[in-house]
């Protein structure tokens, strides 16, 4: 008779911890709460599934999960997050920090928080881009590594727009080591396709692309009848001066993580769910 044994917080964690089950030789099932049920009732619990085993296994399955929590704990999941304009790292972060369990984390979110707050650092941070100067590297890694040091990320982050230079690279090394930084790999022609396609209604706000998501009538909202127009920072000179500064920039840190074998390069040209599940992959490989 299969029973009820643990509780699982995520898809990623469901892949885990099966692949553990399946290692020790334990019959189960893993039952997503999304899923409908054998009785054909919808599971309405908290979180996100369970694993269906026979009974006289629970105790040790009890067992393995107490295990694998521990070492979950012990193996903390420290990423950085790497792309260009236009490869969807905002999107993708949203979903890994669910996923993972982990804080993703932007230093234009550090600089937000910290003026908000008021702090010593902010208050320098508020000054200095109130003078139209670029935060310097000292601030910026204080600032970031004052985030890390905050109990949310003692089990890992995802960093997002840092580091972007080498001395940033070798600071973070010194106080919260990295264990992978992945590239999220697209062309850029893919990225001029995707970023120059989007059109915005001047209207009411709504987002199109002429290729993947177009207005039934080309220049006109299909919500308001607005007119569509395309921003500055989507226009091609500005995407291809971008991706040149990007590339400039990012080249270097590229061949750093490479040479610590902490890179993981990702395609980021197909959709997010498959791209995530190619990450998912990579990374529990």
Request: hydrophobic share 35%; proline share 5%; with cysteine.
């Amino acid at each position: 008779m299969y029973v009820r044994t643990v509780d699982l917080r995520n898809d990623f964690e469901a892949q885990r911890f099966g692949n553990i089950l399946e290692q020790e030789g334990i019959p189960h099932h893993i039952k997503s709460n999304h899923d409908t049920a054998l009785d054909g009732i919808f599971q309405m619990e908290l979180g996100w599934g369970y694993v269906m085993a026979p009974e006289e296994s629970k105790e040790r399955i009890v067992e393995l999960y107490a295990e694998y929590r521990r070492s979950e704990r012990s193996d903390s999941m420290k990423l950085i997050f790497l792309g260009p304009p236009g490869a969807g790292k905002g999107t993708l972060a949203s979903v890994a920090k669910e996923r993972y369990g982990v804080p993703h984390i932007s230093t234009g979110d550090i600089f937000r928080t910290a003026i908000k707050n008021e702090t010593e650092l902010g208050k320098k941070v508020k000054g200095i881009l109130a003078s139209g100067a670029l935060v310097p590297d000292e601030l910026t890694i204080a600032l970031v590594r004052d985030r890390l040091s905050q109990a949310d990320a003692k089990a890992g982050f995802i960093l997002d727009g840092f580091p972007r230079t080498i001395p940033q690279a070798e600071a973070l090394e010194e106080f919260a080591p990295v264990d992978t930084a992945v590239d999220f790999v697209i062309s850029n022609e893919a990225v001029v396709e995707r970023l120059s396609g989007r059109r915005v209604c001047k209207g009411c706000g709504k987002n199109y692309h002429i290729k993947f998501m177009a207005p039934k009538k080309p220049g006109i909202c299909d919500a308001c009848g607005g007119e569509l127009f395309t921003r500055d920072d989507d226009k091609i000179e500005a995407i291809t001066f971008r991706l040149k500064v990007y590339r400039d920039q990012t080249e270097p840190l590229i061949a750093y993580y490479r040479g610590r074998d902490k890179l993981l390069e990702v395609d980021a040209t197909p959709s997010p769910d498959e791209i995530q599940a190619d990450l998912d992959g990579k990374l529990n490989g």
